[in-house]
């Protein structure tokens, strides 16, 4: 889901992935509940917004667009850079 900004509140229990700086607008952050990031903390995630129709309270409903998340494990060499113990 995404929200404006202040409109989601976040506390110790997210974790942020990534702040977007985009020309124009307010930075962009991305978050995670710390219990799905354990589980997706091996994982490289692209975000892309598409052209199709968006559900539930999200942003971009109204716009005609949608999300769509695409995933890859991490190499080895990430999972270094990152500094993550793989199990």
């Not at 702040?19 to 952050?29: F, H, K, M, S, Y």
């Not at 129709?53 to 999972?79: C, H, M, N, Q, Y």
Request: proline fraction near 3%.
């Amino acid at each position: 889901m995404c929200y404006p900004v202040g409109m989601f509140r976040t506390g110790q229990s997210d974790v942020l992935l990534e702040t977007l700086q985009v020309e124009g607008i307010d930075p962009i952050e991305f978050y995670m509940s710390r219990s799905q990031f354990e589980l997706w903390k091996y994982t490289h995630l692209t975000v892309d917004l598409v052209d199709g129709r968006g559900s539930g309270f999200s942003v971009e409903a109204p716009e005609g667009k949608r999300f769509l998340i695409r995933s890859r494990l991490l190499t080895e060499e990430e999972v270094e850079e990152f500094g993550l113990v793989a199990k």
